[in-house]
């Protein structure tokens, strides 16, 4: 497998304990995708009761599609780290901030 390396905000922690990447309030995926152009969900959830067994990693945020909040530039996340939680039923960033 070829690597890369780049530098990305992590994922602090995340409350969505249902998705198959969360274990113990972690995101154990490599990288997540959060957004659509106004909502700032993330879009990597997938539901399931089967986790993750790789523990040794946190995810980045890979891409943010949520042009509409602070801290994105050129549909990136420019914050140091992100939370992620529940929030009106859906799993979203929480550090989102309108511009
Ligand atoms: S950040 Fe997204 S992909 Fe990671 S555990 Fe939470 S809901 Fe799942
Ligand atoms: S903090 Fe803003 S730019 Fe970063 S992932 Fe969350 S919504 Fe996207």
């Known amino acids: 497998?070829?690597?890369?390396?780049?530098e990305m905000p992590?994922?602090?922690n995340c409350m969505a304990n249902d998705c198959a990447y969360n274990v113990n309030s972690n995101c154990h995926a490599k990288a997540i995708t959060i957004g659509d152009a106004t909502n700032p969900c993330c879009?990597?959830?997938m539901?399931?009761?089967q986790h993750t067994k790789s523990l040794s990693r946190i995810a980045g945020?890979?891409?943010?599609?949520?042009g509409t909040c602070q801290h994105n530039e050129d549909l990136e996340c420019m914050a140091d780290t992100v939370q992620v939680g529940m929030a009106q039923?859906?799993?979203k960033c929480m550090t989102f901030a309108m511009r």
Do not use: L, R
């Not at 497998?1 to 780049?6: A, E, F, G, L, V």
């Not at 945020?61 to 949520?66: L, R």
């Open 10 to 12: 992590m994922v602090a």
């Open 47 to 49: 539901n399931g009761s």
């Open 89 to 91: 039923s859906e799993v």
């Open 43 to 45: 879009d990597t959830f």
């Open 1 to 6: 497998m070829n690597k890369i390396m780049i």
């Open 61 to 66: 945020i890979g891409a943010c599609k949520t």
